[in-house]
């Protein structure tokens, strides 16, 4: 079946720097990215939808200038956490499908670890 | 607008015990999908089936079943003779039409299974 990886799957850093998480889609083309966002015994909370080659759409709550999404290619999403704080520190998961069909399948990544101190 | 409701929080339940995790959805659309996720502590989720909103016929997959009643808006998942491993929050989520792929996740349960 369609896999997603994520990389890094785990990341600590210092407050004030930037971080980059990278979502690939290994063995399909995903025209549509999507990014989640999880605290700690919480639900997922849809943070950008991400088509390629164009802007990301972010839910209304996040910063764009501080959560940066690109989607460069069919197989791969970034998501760049700029100035990360502390308060960023969260599990982020992305999500990829072939298609904008609802009957198209989402496949979900493995998710990444952001500890920020 | 979309909304996924899993009113237990937690739940405990001693092994080899038959456990029922809640779900009632709300939506406008008349094509919508629902979902059940498995998320072990690695915090990967594991998709445990997709239901459209034209399939109502309930569905076994060896210890689990799934109810989906339009009536109600519910989509509950049962876990027969629960094992150890089956412990894990458990989301029940829906795509409808009229959002697009957007996924809208409940709140999940987290199921205990005590050996």
Known sequence: GAVVSQHPSRVICKSGTSVKIECRSLDFQATTMFWYRQFPKQSLMLMATSNEGSKATYEQGVEKDKFLINHASLTLSTLTVTSAHPEDSSFYICSATLGPSLQETQYFGPGTRLLVL | ?115
């Open chain 2, 1 to 115: 607008a979309q909304k996924v409701t899993q009113a237990q929080t937690e739940i405990s339940v001693v092994e080899k015990e038959d456990v029922t995790l809640d779900c009632v959805y709300e939506t406008r659309d008349t094509t919508y999908y629902l979902f059940w996720y498995k998320q072990p502590p690695s915090g990967e989720l594991v998709f445990l089936i997709r239901r459209n909103s034209f399939d109502e016929q309930n569905e076994i997959s060896g210890r689990y079943s799934w109810n989906f009643q339009k009536s109600t808006s519910s989509f509950n998942f049962t876990i027969t003779a629960s094992q150890v491993v089956d412990s894990a929050v458990y989301f029940c989520a829906l795509i409808g039409r009229s959002t697009g792929n957007q996924f809208y996740f409940g709140t999940g349960t987290s199921l205990t299974v005590i050996p």
